[in-house]
């Protein structure tokens, strides 16, 4: 099951978003007594913060930590972080977003390009995916290469790498924004990642089977299937 959240910069789109994943995420564990490997489901506040290899992960720790080790951080619960951090505004960003997902145990993966990649940082059984934003992999897969790359290619290499992690998770919410309505013809560059984003986000609209567009903080349907946990 896959939902596409929508919004402009300062909508809401993001806490709408860890808000649903969280609650979908709680809907599928109340069917499972235990974790994957028989690790006992964690149920304190203890946070950690972890980075390796370029990888920042938090999650919430129980007492049962000593009882599972490093598996017991795979909840299943997972964010993907498309940011690429090049300066100290970005870390800056880096520390507010994860200061913000405090205490609600998402594993974060950070993958700027190649998003299917991420999937490698995650253990087998129910995943409960958040990816954000698009807007951030569409510009890393167009412009941190050495070469820029075109808006079209860009577009193609994500939406396959979206679809592909969409069939190996059990519920995945992706954040982008709208990037089309201020009217103005920017530099040729520019408008071609707007393109890219337009083509992107049409093509995970038909993908997903929940399209959500926030408005001031006010989630608007925009199309809707039932949700299975």
Same mark, same amino acid.
């Given at each position: ?111 700027? &390009? ?19 934003? &698009? ?38 919410? &992706? &954040? ?54």
């Amino acid at each position: 099951m896959m939902v596409l959240v929508i919004g402009g910069s300062g909508s809401g789109k993001s806490a709408y978003a860890e808000e649903l994943a969280c609650g979908l995420w709680e809907d599928g564990k109340r069917t499972e007594s235990v974790l994957p490997d028989g690790c006992v489901n964690p149920g304190g506040s203890k946070e950690e913060y972890v980075e390796d290899e370029g990888n920042i992960r938090d999650v919430s720790l129980g007492d049962s930590e000593n009882l599972c080790g490093l598996a017991e951080k795979h909840t299943g619960k997972y964010y993907i972080a498309a940011m690429q951090v090049s300066d100290g505004e970005g870390r800056r960003r880096v520390r507010r977003h994860r200061a913000e997902r405090s205490g609600k145990g998402f594993y974060t993966i950070e993958q700027p &390009v190649r998003i299917e990649k991420a999937l490698s940082g995650m253990r087998e059984g129910r995943r409960t995916v958040l990816l954000e934003c &698009v807007s951030n992999l569409t510009g890393n897969e167009m412009f941190a290469g050495a070469q820029p790359r075109s808006g079209a290619d860009a577009a193609e290499d994500i939406i396959r790498g979206i679809e592909r992690i969409k069939e190996h998770t059990t519920h995945l919410i &992706v &954040v982008s924004n709208n990037v089309f309505e201020d009217g103005i013809l920017y530099e040729s560059a520019t408008m071609d990642y707007i393109r890219a984003m337009g083509r992107i986000n049409c093509e995970l609209a038909a993908l997903a089977d929940r399209v959500v567009e926030v408005v001031a903080g006010i989630p608007v349907p925009v199309k809707d299937h039932e949700i299975n946990a």
